[in-house]
Every structure is written in C-alpha cells, then in structure tokens.
C-alpha cells in the first residue's frame, strides 16, 4: 500500500511539472524564434538543456556536492561571462563579473524572485518580493530598527542572549554542533532584541522555523508523505504564532500601552499594515535573519580552526578587550569598534562562503547586457563566488587571510557583495555584525576548541552552506 502510494505521488508530481512546464517551454522556444526573425541582438550563447529540467538537477547536485563553482566556471569558459540555461522551469541568463554584479542589484528592468516552495513558506507579501514604491516603503520600516543607532543601543541584550546561550548549551559539555547551536543562538537573538518576543514565544516558533526551512527548496506538491507538505504544516503553525503576537501589539497599540518605536511589529502596525503582510515580513526576516549570521559564525570558526595564525590574532584581540571589563561587565560598542581583525576575518569568512549562493531577478521587460538581449521573462543569475573566487580581483582565492579586508574600500566596485547591493544592500548587515562579534568573543575567551574526530569540516549547499556533522567540535573551557 505505500509503495503504490508513493508511485502514485511521484508520477502525480511528474504531471504537476509538466504541466507547468507547458508555458516555460513555450517561451523557450518563442525566444529562440523570436531571435531569429525579428531581434536585432541575439540571445546569450548557451544552451537550455533537457526538456522541463533544464539544468536544475544538474545545478543542484553541484550544490550538495560542493562543486556549483566549477561547474559555472565550466559554463563561463565555454560561453564568456555572458550566457544562457534553464533553471527552475525558466530559460535565464547568467551573468559573470562586478559589472554583471551591479548591473543585477541596481536594473530598474529587473525584479526580485524567489522560488515557489520558498514563497508559499514565507508569504507571498514579504519584503524581498516588493518592488518599487512598496519595497521602499517596507524598507524604510526595517530600517528603523536595523540603522547603526538602533543596532549600538541593542548591544547589551545582544550580549545577554550570548552568554545566555554559551551557558546552556556550552558549558559542561564536551563537543558542540556548531551549526544548529549557532541557528538557535541567532533565532533567539533575533526573536527577543529585534521583535521583543518572550522567551517562550521564541523558543516555540523556533521549532517551526527549524522545520519549515528545510521545505523552501523543494518541489512546491502539497501531497501527504511529501517533505514539502510537512514543512508548508511547519509553516502554518508558525504564521498562526507570529500573527497571535502582532494581535497583542494592537491591542496594546490601541490601549495607549506601547509606542510605534517600541518593537517593529509595532511600528508597521502604526503604519498601517495588515496583519497578514506584516506576518509575511516577519517570517522572512526570521528565516533570512538566522540562517545567514549563523552560517557566518559557524564558518568563521571552522576557518579560524584551520588557520592557527589567524586564530591567534582574533584570540589576542579579544583578549585584550575582555581584560579592561569588570567582571559580569557586558561589552558596549566602543569595544566592538576595537575588534577590527575579527572583522576582517569574518569578512574574508564570507568571501570565501557566502551564506546566499545566487542572487536571482526576473526581467520585467526585454534588456541588454554585454551586447545581447535578455527576454521579459527570462531569470537573471549571478553567483557570488564567481568574483569573491577572481584571482584577478582576490589573489590566490583559496587562502585565508583576513589581510584583504584591511582597507574594503581599496576593492574594485561589486567584487564583494554578499550583503547585496545598490537598493537591495541587506538593510540587516549592521545587526548581523554585531551579532557576529558579540558571539565570537565569548566563544574564543572562555573556550578551546577542535574539530571533534571524523569531522573534516567540508560541507554542501541546501542551497545555504551546512557543514558536515553540523560542524561538530571538542570544546574545553578555559578557567
């Protein structure tokens, strides 16, 4: 009976993808024919691969197997920076190089997209997927809360949560998964200093956040037995939490008990925003938010393990800061403004990791890039390793040295990007930095640590980046 349940969801999903593939393939070929009658530039060289799959499978088995670098430098080779593919039922373009890197965060003919799985988890309303007026509107919101005096006045609780955490889940124990220690550290963080949620609350919605994660790259087939019905479930549960919680900011809001510069939630309700948009804006801010600062801690260490000159100049600066603090004194931002060399490793971490792999837009109306059209419709694709790896731009690509990172602004425009740019820079970069070197002195001052026996520290992508066993470690406290 399973068996035949199973043949019967998959051949399901077989005709689901076929049938929405019938437009793709539509295009395909209109564009190909277009190209040949009435275009007076050409389409990017390339190819669309199979039919309906195109090079989506291709594309992420190179993702779990760490090698979509290579496998796009291929690609780059063959075509120039410049070139064509299918992925995820739509023909898109991928482009190569700062210039394509500008041209793809600052186009007015472009626009955000993300996938369907990854929308119908978080809401269809959220910010990343606004554009124009709107987004800009949302964003100013954001900013409110995200802007360099808002992030120096959340220093303290952000020191709270981090000792708070290394004491719970740290202490007493001999080995640590990195990863998902980091997922929890940074879902509370967010949850409580960013949206003023209980603790409670916090740890509840964490649960379905850690689940519905792992539905936003799936085949979007809401069919029992299928990993993407059981996270989109994740999913409802955790709207329903997170929309309860914005009810209490109203009620209070309209009792006169709080103020629009209290939390976010509360500022986007004194604006006028319905519950069920802010709900999708917290939703991705609370899977956008983690995932990316947790992978940058979790790799940060897994560097500084391997590169005991880099680790020992992070350690003497943190040092050197936790000697002028009184005991039980929580650090302020004068001396986060002192860890320069953590910095500029985590910066040479996210160089060589980015947590986001592509950035992906979709062409709102036909465009021109290095001497070829790209078609209304079609997807645009850059990938953030193609220049962080450029040993025209970062010589010998493959060695850690936080060095690069002295002067940022000596690199050519758009070579590092992985808090986006133009518009769409991150407007949580401050947030996540200060996150990140809160964490890391704790972490280095008060422990040693190892890779635990078995663990080699490489990793796949999801599309983010996990390492294998979580990156799991033997920790020692150091008295």
Request: proline share 6%.
């Amino acid at each position: 009976m399973m068996v035949s349940t199973m043949i019967m969801v998959a051949a399901l999903a077989i005709v689901a993808a076929l049938l929405v593939s019938l437009p793709v393939l539509y295009r395909l070929f209109s564009a190909d024919a277009g190209d040949k009658t009435s275009r007076k530039k050409a389409i990017p060289p390339g190819s669309f691969g199979l039919p309906v799959i195109g090079h989506t499978l291709s594309l992420l088995g190179a993702l779990r197997a760490n090698t979509a670098e290579e496998w796009l430098r291929r690609r780059a080779t063959a075509y120039g920076p410049v070139s064509r593919l299918s992925l995820f039922g739509c023909p898109t373009a991928f482009l190569v190089g700062p210039a394509a890197n500008k041209f793809v965060f600052t186009s007015s003919a472009l626009t955000t997209v993300n996938a369907e799985a990854f929308r119908r988890m978080v809401g269809r309303r959220n910010v990343f997927d606004l554009a124009g007026d709107e987004h800009a509107r949302v964003r100013a919101m954001m900013v409110q809360f995200l802007k360099l005096d808002a992030v120096k006045s959340y220093v303290a609780n952000m020191d709270a949560e981090v000792q708070r955490h290394l004491d719970a889940h740290w202490h007493g124990r001999a080995s640590v998964a990195v990863m998902p220690s980091m997922k929890t550290l940074t879902f509370d963080v967010m949850s409580t200093v960013l949206f003023g949620l209980e603790r409670d609350t916090a740890q509840e919605l964490s649960k379905e956040f850690h689940q519905l994660v792992q539905g936003m790259w799936t085949v979007p087939i809401d069919l029992p037995f299928t990993r993407f019905s059981r996270c989109l479930a994740a999913s409802r549960r955790g709207r329903r939490s997170v929309a309860a919680v914005i009810e209490e900011r109203r009620a209070k809001l309209e009792r006169g008990e709080s103020s629009p510069a209290d939390d976010m939630l509360t500022h986007m309700l004194s604006n006028g925003l319905p519950v069920e948009e802010i709900t999708d804006h917290v939703m991705f801010l609370m899977v956008a938010a983690h995932d990316t600062t947790a992978a940058l801690i979790t790799f940060l260490l897994r560097h500084l393990d391997a590169n005991k000159d880099a680790y020992a100049k992070v350690l003497q600066e943190q040092e050197e800061i936790a000697r002028c603090k009184a005991a039980g004194e929580a650090l302020s931002w004068e001396d986060l403004c002192k860890m320069r060399y953590t910095w500029a490793a985590a910066m040479e971490t996210l160089r060589m990791v980015p947590p986001p792999f592509s950035m992906l837009r979709k062409v709102l109306a036909d465009v021109e890039y290095g001497g070829y059209l790209i078609p209304k419709g079609w997807q645009v694709m850059e990938v953030l390793t193609m220049t962080h790896w450029d040993p025209a731009i970062f010589p010998d690509p493959g060695r850690f040295d936080p060095a690069r990172f002295d002067d940022p602004s000596a690199l050519p425009p758009y070579s590092f990007v992985p808090f986006g740019g133009g518009a769409r820079m991150c407007p949580g970069n401050e947030f996540s930095r200060v996150e990140t070197l809160v964490a890391v002195h704790y972490i280095v001052t008060r422990f040693r640590w190892k890779l635990a026996a078995g663990c080699d520290g490489s990793f796949s992508r999801h599309p983010m980046p996990y390492p294998t066993q979580g990156l799991l470690i033997d920790i020692n406290p150091i008295h």
